[in-house]
Protein backbone atom coordinates (compact mmCIF):
# COMPACT_ATOMS: atom_id res chain seq x y z
CA UNK A 1 0.00 0.00 0.00
CA UNK A 2 1.20 3.43 -0.83
CA UNK A 3 -0.18 5.40 2.85
CA UNK A 4 -3.46 6.48 0.95
CA UNK A 5 -6.33 7.72 3.27
CA UNK A 6 -9.30 4.68 3.31
CA UNK A 7 -11.37 6.67 1.01
CA UNK A 8 -8.63 7.29 -1.28
CA UNK A 9 -7.62 3.45 -1.28
CA UNK A 10 -11.84 2.40 -1.43
CA UNK A 11 -12.17 4.68 -4.41
CA UNK A 12 -9.06 3.18 -6.40
CA UNK A 13 -10.31 0.13 -5.81
CA UNK A 14 -14.03 0.61 -7.51
CA UNK A 15 -12.44 2.97 -9.90
CA UNK A 16 -12.65 1.71 -13.54
CA UNK A 17 -9.33 2.69 -15.95
CA UNK A 18 -11.32 5.57 -17.98
CA UNK A 19 -14.34 8.06 -16.72
CA UNK A 20 -17.36 6.73 -18.83
CA UNK A 21 -18.54 9.65 -20.94
CA UNK A 22 -22.02 8.58 -21.52
CA UNK A 23 -23.94 5.53 -23.16
CA UNK A 24 -21.33 3.06 -21.85
CA UNK A 25 -22.91 -0.28 -20.28
CA UNK A 26 -23.16 0.00 -16.92
CA UNK A 27 -20.81 -3.24 -15.22
CA UNK A 28 -24.21 -4.67 -12.98
CA UNK A 29 -26.89 -4.23 -15.04
CA UNK A 30 -25.61 -3.64 -18.97
CA UNK A 31 -28.08 -0.26 -18.82
CA UNK A 32 -26.80 2.92 -20.84
CA UNK A 33 -24.38 5.45 -18.21
CA UNK A 34 -26.04 8.59 -18.41
CA UNK A 35 -23.73 11.41 -19.37
CA UNK A 36 -25.17 13.66 -16.30
CA UNK A 37 -24.54 10.87 -13.77
CA UNK A 38 -22.41 11.63 -11.09
CA UNK A 39 -18.78 11.41 -11.71
CA UNK A 40 -18.41 8.71 -9.00
CA UNK A 41 -20.88 6.99 -10.77
CA UNK A 42 -18.78 7.35 -14.27
CA UNK A 43 -15.65 6.80 -12.65
CA UNK A 44 -16.93 3.50 -11.41
CA UNK A 45 -19.13 2.66 -14.96
CA UNK A 46 -22.56 2.12 -13.38
CA UNK A 47 -25.57 3.86 -13.99
CA UNK A 48 -27.34 4.66 -10.39
CA UNK A 49 -27.28 4.47 -6.61
CA UNK A 50 -28.81 1.04 -6.99
CA UNK A 51 -25.83 -0.17 -8.94
CA UNK A 52 -23.24 1.67 -7.20
CA UNK A 53 -24.51 0.19 -3.88
CA UNK A 54 -24.64 -3.56 -5.61
CA UNK A 55 -20.58 -2.91 -6.78
CA UNK A 56 -20.35 -1.69 -3.15
CA UNK A 57 -21.65 -5.05 -1.59
CA UNK A 58 -19.85 -6.87 -4.35
CA UNK A 59 -16.90 -5.67 -3.71
CA UNK A 60 -16.86 -6.26 0.26
CA UNK A 61 -17.37 -9.90 -0.40
CA UNK A 62 -14.79 -10.69 -2.54
CA UNK A 63 -12.53 -8.69 0.49
CA UNK A 64 -14.49 -11.11 2.87
CA UNK A 65 -13.56 -13.83 0.85
CA UNK A 66 -10.15 -12.70 0.43
CA UNK A 67 -10.11 -12.91 -3.25
CA UNK A 68 -9.88 -9.36 -3.41
CA UNK A 69 -6.95 -6.89 -0.94
CA UNK A 70 -8.60 -5.75 2.20
CA UNK A 71 -7.28 -2.36 3.37
CA UNK A 72 -3.66 -1.84 5.45
CA UNK A 73 -3.64 1.47 7.04
CA UNK A 74 -0.12 2.87 6.43
CA UNK A 75 2.55 3.99 8.97
CA UNK A 76 1.61 7.54 9.12
CA UNK A 77 -2.45 6.54 9.92
CA UNK A 78 -1.58 4.29 12.64
CA UNK A 79 0.68 6.88 14.17
CA UNK A 80 -2.41 9.56 14.04
CA UNK A 81 -4.58 6.78 15.42
CA UNK A 82 -1.91 6.36 18.38
CA UNK A 83 -1.47 10.08 19.07
CA UNK A 84 -5.68 10.02 19.14
CA UNK A 85 -6.10 6.95 21.48
CA UNK A 86 -3.84 9.15 23.58
CA UNK A 87 -5.17 12.67 24.03
CA UNK A 88 -7.66 13.61 26.52
CA UNK A 89 -11.15 13.06 26.52
CA UNK A 90 -12.68 16.15 25.78
CA UNK A 91 -16.52 18.22 25.32
CA UNK A 92 -17.59 18.89 21.78
CA UNK A 93 -20.22 21.42 20.80
CA UNK A 94 -22.67 22.05 19.31
CA UNK A 95 -22.40 25.97 17.41
CA UNK A 96 -24.86 26.90 14.68
CA UNK A 97 -22.67 30.25 14.37
CA UNK A 98 -19.92 28.76 13.37
CA UNK A 99 -18.57 28.16 9.53
CA UNK A 100 -19.28 23.98 10.36
CA UNK A 101 -22.05 23.34 13.18
CA UNK A 102 -20.47 20.21 15.26
CA UNK A 103 -17.15 19.79 16.63
CA UNK A 104 -15.33 16.71 15.85
CA UNK A 105 -12.09 15.12 16.24
CA UNK A 106 -9.92 12.02 14.44
CA UNK A 107 -12.44 9.69 15.90
CA UNK A 108 -14.52 9.74 19.75
CA UNK A 109 -12.81 7.85 21.96
CA UNK A 110 -13.67 6.74 25.70
CA UNK A 111 -14.65 9.75 28.01
CA UNK A 112 -15.33 12.28 24.79
CA UNK A 113 -19.07 13.87 25.60
CA UNK A 114 -20.29 15.21 22.11
CA UNK A 115 -22.93 17.97 22.77
CA UNK A 116 -25.34 18.24 20.36
CA UNK A 117 -28.25 21.04 20.38
CA UNK A 118 -27.90 20.36 24.57
CA UNK A 119 -28.45 17.08 24.79
CA UNK A 120 -25.09 14.97 25.54
CA UNK A 121 -23.29 11.72 25.19
CA UNK A 122 -20.93 9.97 26.29
CA UNK A 123 -18.77 7.53 25.33
CA UNK A 124 -18.30 5.01 28.01
CA UNK A 125 -16.59 1.39 28.91
CA UNK A 126 -19.53 -1.30 28.76
CA UNK A 127 -19.24 -1.98 32.41
CA UNK A 128 -21.18 1.14 33.12
CA UNK A 129 -24.20 0.07 30.85
CA UNK A 130 -26.83 -1.68 32.31
CA UNK A 131 -27.04 -4.93 30.24
CA UNK A 132 -26.14 -8.90 31.31
CA UNK A 133 -23.18 -10.18 30.11
CA UNK A 134 -25.04 -12.15 27.77
CA UNK A 135 -25.53 -9.85 25.77
CA UNK A 136 -22.40 -8.82 25.34
CA UNK A 137 -21.53 -12.50 24.46
CA UNK A 138 -24.12 -12.38 21.35
CA UNK A 139 -22.42 -8.77 20.60
CA UNK A 140 -19.34 -10.29 20.10
CA UNK A 141 -20.51 -13.66 18.68
CA UNK A 142 -22.63 -11.28 15.89
CA UNK A 143 -19.75 -9.27 14.77
CA UNK A 144 -16.70 -11.09 15.32
CA UNK A 145 -15.18 -9.18 17.52
CA UNK A 146 -13.99 -9.12 21.19
CA UNK A 147 -15.03 -7.60 24.65
CA UNK A 148 -12.62 -5.24 24.45
CA UNK A 149 -13.72 -4.01 20.96
CA UNK A 150 -17.10 -2.80 22.47
CA UNK A 151 -17.82 1.03 23.67
CA UNK A 152 -20.91 2.26 24.91
CA UNK A 153 -22.36 5.59 23.24
CA UNK A 154 -24.80 6.81 26.48
CA UNK A 155 -27.05 9.37 26.42
CA UNK A 156 -27.21 11.20 29.62
CA UNK A 157 -30.46 13.26 29.16
CA UNK A 158 -32.80 9.68 29.08
CA UNK A 159 -30.22 6.58 30.14
CA UNK A 160 -30.74 5.53 26.48
CA UNK A 161 -27.72 3.87 24.94
CA UNK A 162 -26.19 1.94 21.72
CA UNK A 163 -22.92 -0.30 21.32
CA UNK A 164 -20.29 0.69 19.87
CA UNK A 165 -17.99 -1.59 17.81
CA UNK A 166 -14.42 -0.92 17.06
CA UNK A 167 -11.54 -1.85 15.11
CA UNK A 168 -8.59 -3.59 15.47
CA UNK A 169 -7.44 -0.74 15.88
CA UNK A 170 -9.56 0.87 18.47
CA UNK A 171 -11.18 2.99 16.03
CA UNK A 172 -14.99 3.24 15.86
CA UNK A 173 -16.84 1.16 12.68
CA UNK A 174 -19.25 2.26 10.73
CA UNK A 175 -21.40 -0.77 11.44
CA UNK A 176 -24.89 -0.83 12.63
CA UNK A 177 -26.21 -2.97 15.57
CA UNK A 178 -30.14 -2.05 13.99
CA UNK A 179 -31.23 -1.11 17.85
CA UNK A 180 -30.67 0.97 20.86
CA UNK A 181 -31.69 0.29 24.69
CA UNK A 182 -33.39 2.27 27.23
CA UNK A 183 -35.04 0.76 30.65
CA UNK A 184 -34.61 -2.52 29.35
CA UNK A 185 -36.93 -2.36 26.10
CA UNK A 186 -35.24 -2.17 22.89
CA UNK A 187 -35.99 0.16 20.20
CA UNK A 188 -35.17 0.69 16.13
CA UNK A 189 -32.26 3.30 15.95
CA UNK A 190 -33.39 4.28 12.42
CA UNK A 191 -36.28 6.11 13.25
CA UNK A 192 -37.65 8.96 16.08
CA UNK A 193 -39.35 7.43 19.25
CA UNK A 194 -41.24 9.41 22.21
CA UNK A 195 -39.54 8.63 25.43
CA UNK A 196 -39.26 10.24 28.51
CA UNK A 197 -36.06 11.97 29.70
CA UNK A 198 -34.74 12.07 33.36
CA UNK A 199 -36.79 15.43 34.38
CA UNK A 200 -40.12 13.59 33.46
CA UNK A 201 -40.42 15.59 30.37
CA UNK A 202 -41.50 13.20 26.95
CA UNK A 203 -38.94 14.04 23.67
CA UNK A 204 -38.64 13.24 20.63
CA UNK A 205 -35.38 11.20 20.17
CA UNK A 206 -33.09 10.61 17.83
CA UNK A 207 -30.22 7.86 17.45
CA UNK A 208 -28.04 9.90 15.27
CA UNK A 209 -25.19 7.91 13.01
CA UNK A 210 -22.48 11.18 12.41
CA UNK A 211 -20.68 11.07 9.26
CA UNK A 212 -18.41 14.17 8.96
CA UNK A 213 -16.42 14.29 5.50
CA UNK A 214 -13.10 16.41 6.53
CA UNK A 215 -9.61 17.26 5.86
CA UNK A 216 -7.04 17.01 8.17
CA UNK A 217 -4.33 19.30 9.25
CA UNK A 218 -1.91 16.88 7.04
CA UNK A 219 -4.41 17.86 4.01
CA UNK A 220 -5.81 13.70 4.19
CA UNK A 221 -9.81 13.11 3.91
CA UNK A 222 -11.23 11.19 6.52
CA UNK A 223 -14.41 10.99 7.82
CA UNK A 224 -15.25 11.33 11.61
CA UNK A 225 -17.92 8.63 12.83
CA UNK A 226 -19.94 8.50 15.48
CA UNK A 227 -22.78 7.64 17.23
CA UNK A 228 -24.97 11.26 19.15
CA UNK A 229 -28.39 10.92 20.82
CA UNK A 230 -30.59 13.94 20.64
CA UNK A 231 -34.17 15.81 19.73
CA UNK A 232 -32.61 17.23 16.22
CA UNK A 233 -31.83 15.04 13.13
CA UNK A 234 -28.28 14.90 11.95
CA UNK A 235 -28.55 14.54 8.30
CA UNK A 236 -25.27 12.01 7.73
CA UNK A 237 -22.64 12.62 5.61
CA UNK A 238 -21.98 16.55 6.07
CA UNK A 239 -18.99 17.73 4.85
CA UNK A 240 -16.48 20.09 6.39
CA UNK A 241 -16.11 23.60 4.50
CA UNK A 242 -12.38 22.53 4.06
CA UNK A 243 -13.84 18.85 2.28
CA UNK A 244 -16.32 21.27 0.18
CA UNK A 245 -13.70 23.46 -0.89
CA UNK A 246 -11.50 20.21 -2.18
CA UNK A 247 -14.49 19.51 -4.17
CA UNK A 248 -14.62 20.99 -8.01
CA UNK A 249 -18.59 19.82 -8.53
CA UNK A 250 -21.13 22.58 -7.38
CA UNK A 251 -23.86 20.17 -7.39
CA UNK A 252 -21.83 17.46 -4.99
CA UNK A 253 -21.28 20.54 -3.18
CA UNK A 254 -24.77 21.86 -2.68
CA UNK A 255 -26.08 17.65 -1.94
CA UNK A 256 -23.65 17.04 0.90
CA UNK A 257 -23.84 20.56 2.56
CA UNK A 258 -25.39 22.07 5.55
CA UNK A 259 -28.34 23.05 6.89
CA UNK A 260 -29.47 19.70 8.72
CA UNK A 261 -32.94 18.29 7.22
CA UNK A 262 -35.23 15.72 9.88
CA UNK A 263 -35.30 13.22 7.25
CA UNK A 264 -32.68 12.29 4.76
CA UNK A 265 -33.17 13.05 1.28
CA UNK A 266 -33.79 9.13 -0.49
CA UNK A 267 -32.52 10.25 -3.63
CA UNK A 268 -29.23 11.99 -3.24
CA UNK A 269 -26.38 9.63 -4.72
CA UNK A 270 -24.23 7.79 -2.19
CA UNK A 271 -20.73 8.63 -2.42
CA UNK A 272 -19.07 6.27 -0.61
Given amino acids: MDGKEYWEWFDEQLKQPSR ?34 KLKRRWKSKVRRGTAEGYQPS ?21 LNATFPYEYDYFPIEGDILERHGHHTKYVPISELPCRAAFWEEITSTFGCSADQLLGALHLETGAWRVVILDIYKTPRNTSTGFFYLNNRCYNEFVPHTVVDKTGNEINLYCNHETFRCIGPDDKRYSWEAISFGTVAIESPLWTPEYQARSSKKST ?16 PQQE
Fill in 20 to 53: ALGGEPCIICENPIPKNAHWKFRDRHVCSTECNN
Fill in 75 to 95: EALLKKVETTLKRKSRLMRTN
Fill in 253 to 268: RQEHGFPLQSERNKNR
